[in-house]
């Protein structure tokens, strides 16, 4: 069974780091691309940042540029989100997606999902 599982949200203070993970379970991640979405309270989901499947082309929605950046190990079936910087407006919660054709941040393109991980950014 094809599964993902996202960790490493928390809460913390603004200007600090976090870094999720996205696990992968039941089928080889290098032949996916992964997209980072999240979800803040009363907000429509949206796209965070992708990586291709070997890992050579990343995109980054213009909010999080500079500051978040995405990155895998297939050896380890596992893609990470450091995020720097943090802004209250990160708050939300962030989910990792598994496409096998997806080349940008647009929902429709990922056909898996995992649960979700809470970003919490405050004072």
């Known amino acids: 069974q094809l599964q993902l599982v996202e960790s490493g949200g928390g809460l913390v203070q603004p200007g600090g780091s976090l870094r999720l993970s996205c696990v992968a379970s039941?089928?080889?991640?290098?032949?996916?691309?992964i997209g980072w979405f999240r979800q803040a309270p009363g907000k429509e989901r949206e796209g965070v940042s992708r990586?291709?499947?070997?890992?050579?082309?990343?995109n980054y929605a213009d909010s999080v540029k500079g500051r978040f950046t995405v990155s895998r190990d297939n050896a380890k079936n596992t893609v990470y989100l450091q995020m720097n910087d943090l802004k209250p407006e990160d708050t939300a919660v962030y989910y990792c997606?598994?496409?096998?054709?997806?080349?940008?941040?647009?929902?429709?393109?990922?056909?898996?999902w995992g649960q979700g991980t809470q970003v919490t950014v405050s004072l």
């Open positions: 990586i291709s499947g070997g890992g050579g082309r990343t």
């Open positions: 039941g089928f080889t991640l290098n032949y996916y691309a």
């Open positions: 997606a598994a496409g096998p054709t997806a080349w940008g941040l647009s929902e429709d393109q990922y056909p898996y």
